[in-house]
């Protein structure tokens, strides 16, 4: 029996099994095989982003965004959970399963999509897949999963059981189990809120809101048309986002004042949502930050809060603070 995590983000999705992590755009284009080779893609041999499953041959990940004619990506959560799930979520943990082991698994939703999409999401995991990896080189890896049992949780507390939990998944850092700690963190297409008290989950303080990094890269992109006639995806400007310049049609864009403009409003917009949602919450011990937009945005969003703000520290992915604290739970629940 082996323990896995995996985080299916909107912008993200992440897998780890405690040794090894990984992460990729949360996109799945049609495959297109042979229309590239090894040495264009190198990485394709360590990070396999070329799958078969349900027969259906696809690409996830950086590999879909550059070689898949159709493409596909989306916000709107019934349809991420219906679609994009199970497809991502295989791809993500296939490498670290042995063909036929039995694996549990530990993943998260938003707060606010929790009790709507929980069940659903166990139903699409909870079973037996056969995935085929295709390597860079061409060689085909067929595997039976089978996950014989999934927990999901509410996505903020990966984070928290990160910080309380060591690898074993024993209690270590006992403020956290013993203060009131109150979590923001934000992701791609939400901003989670909740609030654990002696780590017991507090329903009043606990929220999700459309205030994700998507906002601000959605006001990046409407600007760019603007300024080019060109309507750029969302996940195509990851990149440009961290370089502060974009390449359109031949010309190059200095985004770095647009950039500083979208971050400084979608802090703003968050601090005044945590600020109202916690307004009775006067006792919370410390906030933490996290998630992949907190890194972005602490500098921004720390001063318009109201609290102790705990930043991750800056030599961890916040992408993957979630998921290291799911396979932490995970070892807490299965290995006792």
Not at 91 to 118: C, D, M, N, W
Request: with cysteine.
């Amino acid at each position: 029996m082996r323990i896995l995590a995996t985080d299916i983000g909107f912008g993200y999705t992440k897998a780890t099994d405690g040794r090894l992590s990984q992460l990729f755009k949360s996109i799945v284009g049609e495959a297109n095989p042979g229309q590239f080779a090894e040495a264009v893609l190198p990485a394709q041999l360590a990070t396999p982003r070329h799958f078969e499953i349900d027969g259906s041959e696809v690409f996830v990940g950086e590999l879909a965004e550059s070689q898949s004619r159709g493409r596909s990506f989306t916000l709107d959560p019934s349809q991420f959970i219906q679609s994009y799930a199970r497809t991502l979520g295989l791809a993500a943990i296939a490498p670290y399963v042995e063909h036929g082991e039995p694996v549990r698994l530990v993943t998260g939703l938003p707060v606010s999509f929790f009790r709507k999409h929980r069940d659903a999401l166990t139903t699409q995991l909870q079973n037996r897949h056969t995935v085929t990896i295709v390597h860079g080189n061409g060689e085909r890896e067929e595997k039976s999963i089978y996950v014989e049992k999934v927990r999901v949780i509410p996505q903020p507390f990966g984070s928290l059981f990160n910080l309380m939990l060591n690898d074993a998944g024993k209690a270590v850092q006992q403020r956290f189990v013993t203060e009131k700690i109150g979590v923001i963190d934000i992701g791609f297409r939400t901003a989670d809120f909740a609030v654990a008290e002696k780590t017991k989950y507090s329903e009043r303080g606990s929220l999700s809101t459309d205030s994700g990094m998507s906002v601000a890269f959605n006001a990046i992109a409407g600007a760019l048309h603007e300024k080019s006639g060109t309507q750029i995806e969302l996940y195509r400007l990851y990149e440009a986002v961290t370089r502060g310049t974009i390449k359109i049609r031949g010309s190059r864009y200095d985004i770095t004042g647009l950039v500083q403009q979208a971050f400084q409003q979608l802090a703003a917009r968050i601090a005044v949502e945590v600020n109202r949602l916690w307004a009775d919450d006067w006792d919370i011990d410390c906030i933490v930050l996290t998630g992949g937009g907190s890194a972005t945005l602490e500098p921004f969003l720390r001063p318009l809060l109201q609290g102790d703000v705990l930043a991750m520290p800056l030599d961890q992915d916040a992408r993957l603070n979630n998921v290291a604290g799911y396979l932490k739970y995970g070892q807490h629940l299965w290995n006792p």
